[in-house]
């Protein structure tokens, strides 16, 4: 078992799939607040068609870091840390993950019962239930805003706890995760 002063550098992997992930979701709720608001014309149309096929990417994305995961558990933290601590870092870091796929399988139900089917990266297809599925396009809906506002409270209390073991504990958990190994 390797000791934890061997993981002040992560391999380049990690640190693309935690970055291509995070950007990708932070531009995903705000791109879906701003189609919201947009008329139902074709343009917005063509926007919520570029929302799903994202979402569809985030998915093959959270696959892979699942399976590296399997594979690879994510190292210590770089300060010790109390019982609540620790328990607090795995379920937001956990509940992260579990919120975008909570966002993605909802975004299918949504999208299916307001009438757009999903090309998932061509090998099937979510169909388009236009008749007699309001509830599902209701029922989508609701958990998707439900869960894109629980994401935000968790992506803004991770992005607080970095920025204190960063600047405040000085522990170069962020330039760890920046790829600049444990600078502070
Ligand atoms: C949607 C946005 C985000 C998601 C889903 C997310 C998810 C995660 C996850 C799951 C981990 C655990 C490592 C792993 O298993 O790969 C992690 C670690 C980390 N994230 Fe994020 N993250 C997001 C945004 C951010 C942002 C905006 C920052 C910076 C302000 C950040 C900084 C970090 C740092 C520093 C770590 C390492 C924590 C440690 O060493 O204990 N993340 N993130
Ligand atoms: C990380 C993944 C995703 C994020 C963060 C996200 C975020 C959002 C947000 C914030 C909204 C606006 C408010 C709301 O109703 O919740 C929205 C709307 C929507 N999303 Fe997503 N979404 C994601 C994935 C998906 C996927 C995979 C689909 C479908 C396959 C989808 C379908 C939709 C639809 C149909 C709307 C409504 C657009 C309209 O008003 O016409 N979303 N999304």
């Not at 994202?54 to 010790?80: E, H, K, Q, T, W």
């Not at 099937?124 to 809906?141: C, E, I, M, Q």
Request: aromatic share 8%; hydrophobic share 50%.
């Amino acid at each position: 078992m390797p000791s934890r002063h061997t993981f002040d550098r992560l391999p380049p992997a990690d640190l693309l799939l935690h970055w291509l992930i995070a950007l990708a979701t932070l531009f995903m709720l705000a791109y879906g607040l701003i189609i919201e608001t947009l008329p139902d014309d074709g343009l917005t149309f063509e926007l919520v068609h570029w929302h799903r096929q994202i979402g569809i990417a985030i998915l093959f994305l959270l696959l892979v870091r699942f399976l590296l995961r399997c594979y690879r558990p994510f190292p210590p933290s770089l300060s010790p840390l109390s019982r609540p601590e620790a328990l607090a870092r795995k379920l937001v870091h956990r509940g992260q993950l579990l919120l975008i796929l909570v966002m993605i399988l909802s975004g299918l139900a949504y999208a299916s019962g307001v009438g757009y089917s999903t090309d998932i990266a061509g090998l099937f297809t979510v169909p388009a239930y236009v008749d007699g599925k309001r509830h599902l396009a209701n029922w989508g809906s609701a958990v998707h805003e439900l869960a894109s506002n629980m994401l935000l409270v968790l992506i803004l209390l991770h992005s607080l706890a970095a920025i204190k073991h960063q600047w405040i504990r000085k522990d170069g958990t962020l330039s760890r995760m920046m790829g600049l190994g444990r600078r502070r």
